[in-house]
T-cell receptor, first 115, second 113 residues
């Protein structure tokens, strides 16, 4: 199957700081990438859809100025959590859509803890 | 929008027994139904998927069935093994939704040795 990586795998930061998470499709091109957030013992909630070279589309209730998404290439999308607060602590997971298919391949996730 | 319901939320089976997880969806335009396995602290892993033009798909010990009329689909795992223990998520998407997945709430499967 196609491989997606995320970096970092975990991060701890102080309240008010910004954190950037990278999502890379290693062996395929992903014109579309998705960002999800998952709280403990809950399902995945879609935050935004990112298309290469264009602005991301955010789901209702997700602040676009707080969660900045950049999809500058066919293999890289980044999520920046700006002015992070403890309530932003969560497991952030990205996925890449294999071009020409319905299939999303997920990264291993990034555990964000905001103190 | 799409709504996917999944049950049971927890399922315990003896090693070697079968496990069945069921999902229903609401949007008749949905035409792609993947199943993901998520182990603790990891990202979801695609284990099998089915498209609306077929009713059943099998891959070794794993099978998925789809009933478009009733809008439900199921995951069947036979001869379960302890390493099958994980959280399983069903999902649905359609071409009209930019291939966005709507996930079910998940099933914690525990296979007892």
């Amino acid at each position: 199957g196609a491989v997606v990586s995320q970096h970092p795998s975990w991060v701890i930061c102080k309240s008010g700081t910004s954190v950037k998470i990278e999502c890379r499709s290693l062996d395929f091109q992903a014109t579309t990438m998705f960002w999800y957030r998952q709280f403990p013992k809950q399902s995945l909630m879609l935050m935004a859809t990112s298309n290469e070279g264009s602005k991301a589309t955010y789901e209702q209730g997700v602040e676009k100025d707080k969660f900045l998404i950049n999809h500058a290439s066919l293999t890289l999308s980044t999520l920046t959590v700006t002015s992070a607060h403890p309530e932003d602590s969560s497991f952030y997971i990205c996925s890449g859509l294999l071009s020409g298919t319905d299939t999303q391949y997920f990264g291993p996730g990034t555990r964000l803890t905001v103190l | 929008g799409e709504n996917v319901e999944q049950h049971p939320s927890t399922l315990s089976v003896q090693e070697g027994d079968s496990a069945v997880i069921k999902c229903t969806y609401s949007d008749s335009a949905s035409n792609y139904f993947p199943w993901y396995k998520q182990e603790l602290g990891k990202g979801p892993q695609l284990i099998i998927d089915i498209r609306s033009n077929v009713g059943e798909k099998k891959d070794q010990r794993i099978a998925v069935t789809l009933n478009k009329t009733a809008k439900h689909f199921s995951l069947h795992i036979t001869e379960t093994q302890p390493e099958d223990s994980a959280v399983y998520f069903c999902a649905a998407s359609s071409s009209g939704s930019a291939r966005q997945l709507t996930f079910g709430s998940g099933t914690q499967l525990t296979v007892l040795p």
